[in-house]
């Protein structure tokens, strides 16, 4: 555990990576969208009596695909230079991750309350607070934002350690055969005629659900990672 926590130490020697640049991203972003509530607003000339939603929360969700990256490039040869097992390194990194996306939830979390406190900034403009996502209560909210920033760092970690084990064309080949299989399955659909179905099961599908499955291919994705990564030449 002191070695797991050493490299928890280690990818946190430069912040930016794990903690400053999210939090800028979604500040910068939250920064926007209410100026943009603000200007709607404004040339409305009266309250609007519609709520308003913004995308604009999950930019900082997709930028754990690249934190996964640089965790992975950036940490993995110099954690091999201090003789850091290809276990530990995993472990730490993993934990880093979880923690710096449990504090972005719980940013989420708190912003929601405000959100509701003050009915949309004053404005009717959500930005945390999305209904289909607070509707089963805000740990169920929590809970897909946290799997939702643990997926996407996951992923980079996975397109990192192919990199570092087969190099630039394995991932291009790897990035071809999940378009591939999209494309696949999206004709395997329209010959069933079943995109009436899948709109269904999309509509009728809860944020807890969903996370509950994302959990479960983040721990699919993390295992493929975790094997990869221990054939990886630093």
């Known amino acids: 555990m002191n070695r797991t926590a050493n490299v928890v130490r280690m990818q946190l020697i430069n912040r930016q990576t794990f903690v400053w640049v999210p939090l800028l991203i979604l500040f910068a972003s939250l920064a926007i969208t209410l100026a943009i509530y603000g200007i709607i607003t404004a040339a409305a000339g009266q309250p609007i009596t519609e709520a308003m939603y913004s995308g604009g929360v999950q930019a900082p969700l997709w930028y754990f695909a690249v934190v996964g990256v640089q965790a992975l490039n950036l940490g993995f040869p110099f954690s091999q230079a201090l003789s850091v097992s290809r276990r530990e390194f995993f472990d730490g990194t993993m934990l880093t991750a979880g923690t710096s996306a449990l504090g972005l939830a719980a940013i989420y979390l708190i912003g929601g309350v405000i959100e509701q406190a ?117």
Not at 122 to 129: K, M, T
Not at 189 to 201: F, H, K, Y
């Open 118 to 234: 003050t009915d949309g900034w004053w404005l009717g403009g959500y930005f945390f607070r999305l209904p289909w996502i607070w509707d089963q209560g805000p740990w169920a909210a929590g809970l897909f934002y946290f799997v939702a920033a643990m997926l996407a760092f996951i992923v980079g970690v996975l397109g990192a350690t192919v990199y570092k084990r087969f190099g630039m064309l394995w991932v291009v080949l790897l990035l071809i055969g999940v378009a591939v299989a999209l494309v696949l399955a999206a004709l395997g659909i329209t010959l069933a005629d079943g995109w009436s179905t899948v709109g269904r099961t999309l509509a009728g599908s809860e944020a807890l659900s969903v996370a509950l499955i994302g959990a479960a291919v983040a721990a699919v994705l993390a295992g493929l990672s975790f094997l990869t990564l221990r054939r990886a030449t630093p």
